[in-house]
């Protein structure tokens, strides 16, 4: 962990809106490294060891969790999941406030646009451009190894193409399971 969380004050909620806007961005470095170090896309807030430093004695309120959740949240970082195969959205936003035991976040070391930069990017230098690919095949597939997407949640690899649907790149093809859905890329 970074010298910040071995800091007694930067797990008391900052009054100051200066100071607490640094002290959010901090926090948001810190979640966003240790997902990425842990390859951790989705976590059960109060199971989150971020929260607590044993070794100082010291605790993030959950007012404090819910601030750092919301700014995650604005950054395009992190989304609750609500149990809608990767559409998320508004009405996970909306529920922002509430930190309770069963809530889980999705956590985005990598923002959906860009997993959908990427994933254009891929598709045009590994002349996938035309071809018809399973979205497992993307994220597990013999040739994912090496790829931005190896061992990628498909929830988001999903967003990252409906995005790049959305923006006439690329089709996505309904599949008997999420991981059978196929995805077609355009030269677009």
């Excluded at 193409?161 to 959305?166: H, P, Y």
């Amino acid at each position: 962990p970074p010298e910040c969380w071995s800091s007694p004050p930067f797990f008391t909620l900052q009054p100051v809106a200066v100071t607490r806007e640094k002290q959010l961005t901090l926090w948001a470095d810190v979640v966003l490294d240790w997902a990425k170090t842990t390859n951790t896309w989705s976590m059960a807030l109060h199971k989150c060891p971020l929260w607590a430093n044993p070794t100082i004695s010291r605790r993030l309120s959950d007012e404090g969790v819910a601030a750092v959740v919301a700014h995650l949240i604005a950054k395009g970082n992190a989304e609750w999941e609500t149990g809608d195969n990767g559409s998320g959205g508004a009405a996970a936003a909306a529920a922002v406030g509430e930190v309770g035991a069963g809530r889980r976040l999705r956590i985005m070391w990598k923002t959906v646009a860009n997993v959908a930069n990427e994933l254009i990017a891929h598709a045009r230098e590994s002349g996938m451009i035309g071809s018809v690919y399973t979205v497992f095949e993307l994220h597990s597939g013999d040739d994912a190894p090496g790829t931005p997407f190896h061992q990628m949640d498909p929830w988001l690899l999903r967003r990252a193409i409906v995005l790049l649907e959305e923006q006439g790149k690329a089709a996505l093809f309904e599949g008997a399971t999420s991981d059978a859905e196929g995805v077609k890329f355009f030269s677009a």
